[in-house]
């Protein structure tokens, strides 16, 4: 079983950036597939993006293509989601999740079986 840490949440102005990072306790990403996810108030959770651990590109949601960047990092077992140009609608709680890749990729929150306790991201205008 993986547990997820996250961190790197914050209030940012519009056009702003932030990095949010997803480690791994207990042990590590191989074999998973680690997706981010963001819940605003009243809405769905909905995804954000995802990448294999074990090699593979990150693919991404249409609204935050082109601003979103995610990344891994072997040596410190954590994966990052760099946030760029950062617009109001993009105020959630932001979470990151993992599933075995062997079930395949998912973008719906209900395929992922682990996440994090998520963090908070707040852009103003």
């Known amino acids: 079983q993986v547990q997820l840490v996250e961190s790197g949440g914050g209030l940012v102005q519009a056009g702003g950036s932030l990095r949010l990072s997803c480690a791994a306790s207990r042990r590590t990403f191989s074999g998973y597939v680690v997706g981010w996810f963001r819940q605003a108030p009243g809405k769905e959770r909905e995804f954000v993006g995802r990448?294999?651990?074990?090699?593979?590109?990150?693919d991404y949601a249409d609204s935050v293509k082109g601003r979103f960047t995610i990344s891994r990092d072997n040596a410190e077992n954590t994966v990052y989601l760099q946030m760029d140009s950062l617009k109001p609608d993009d105020t959630a709680v932001y979470y990151c999740a993992a599933r075995s890749v062997l079930r395949g990729l998912s973008t719906v929150p209900s395929g992922y079986n682990y996440w994090g306790q998520g963090t908070q991201v707040t852009v103003s205008s």
């Open positions: 990448i294999p651990w074990n090699g593979g590109i990150a």
